[in-house]
């Protein structure tokens, strides 16, 4: 496997797009499981198939680009909206970027590192470590680029995120996804209870760091990717309970700007399993 990775690392965007866009669509077509989850979250969201059938094989692109991401030369980025983020380091608090399942979510943390790592320090971007052996082979060391660290999902790598933010830096990390029991509490997501985790509204609580949203387009014909960012609609309440409601709704209007390119066959509405964190 780590052969294949270092091999599609070599190739163009483009090509490991098209390849990935027909993946893409294969699991689709031989997948009833994913299809009829697919089709029901987006549904769920208010949108028919023929409006988000892109996301087919956006899905597939956004595995088919992991190589190149994470193994390969850098990509082509495009910035917008990026002026919020200068203001969030002025402040010297720290800043937590929120992004959903949506693009190239990847390229949105090794943008940031690129850009703002030298005068800020790294950024540090939460992870759940592979489960399979032949994945921890790939992972080791493949997301380890200059100004980018990784914290896992435990009691220590949520130390490290305190302890970044304190310190002024960033972390990153998708709230969208469903953390292990004990981590998380139910709240709305497109109407629909899920289990939502409640580290990115406690991190803001707690250390009092700017929170901005992120998501990275994936651009045609393999030209790279446009990193969207944006303020909150508002600030996030003072309880936690408000605050997860809140960085709910904040996803859903990042998905709505495109949602051709989320992830509408993740398991989003899920039960936890029972995983508990491990002090390490």
């Excluded at 703002?116 to 060391?141: D, F, K, W």
């Excluded at 998380?184 to 406690?202: E, I, K, N, V």
Aim: net charge positive; charged share 20%.
């Amino acid at each position: 496997m780590l052969t294949l990775f270092r091999l599609l690392s070599r190739w163009p965007l483009w090509l490991l797009h098209l390849l990935g866009a027909a993946l893409g669509w294969m699991v689709f077509a031989l997948s009833p499981t994913y299809r009829r989850r697919f089709v029901a979250n987006a549904a769920q969201a208010g949108y028919s198939f023929a409006q988000v059938r892109a996301a087919v094989a956006h899905a597939g692109r956004m595995s088919a680009e992991l190589p190149r991401l994470w193994m390969g030369a850098p990509t082509p980025l495009q910035w917008e909206g990026s002026d919020c983020v200068d203001a969030a380091y002025a402040r010297g608090q720290g800043v937590i970027f929120l992004t959903p399942h949506l693009g190239c979510f990847e390229s949105t943390a090794q943008g940031l590192a690129q850009r703002y790592s030298p005068a800020h320090g790294p950024i540090l971007v939460l992870y759940r470590p592979a489960r399979q052996p032949v994945m921890v082979e790939v992972l080791a060391g493949a997301r380890e680029r200059p100004g980018l660290e990784t914290a896992p999902t435990t009691l220590a790598g949520v130390r490290q995120m305190i302890k970044a933010l304190r310190a002024g830096r960033a972390v990153g990390l998708l709230p969208d996804q469903v953390p292990p029991d004990g981590m998380g509490q139910w709240a709305p997501f497109f109407g629909q209870p899920a289990y939502t985790m409640t580290l990115g509204a406690r991190l803001a609580l707690q250390t009092g760091a700017t929170v901005l949203l992120v998501w990275g387009e994936r651009l045609p014909w393999g030209r790279g990717f446009r990193l969207h960012f944006r303020e909150l609609a508002a600030p996030l309440p003072g309880d936690l309970d408000g605050a997860v409601v809140q960085i709910n709704q904040e996803m859903e209007r990042l998905i709505r700007e495109c949602p051709q390119q989320y992830l509408w066959g993740y398991g989003r509405y899920k039960q936890p399993r029972r995983d508990p964190v491990k002090e390490v």
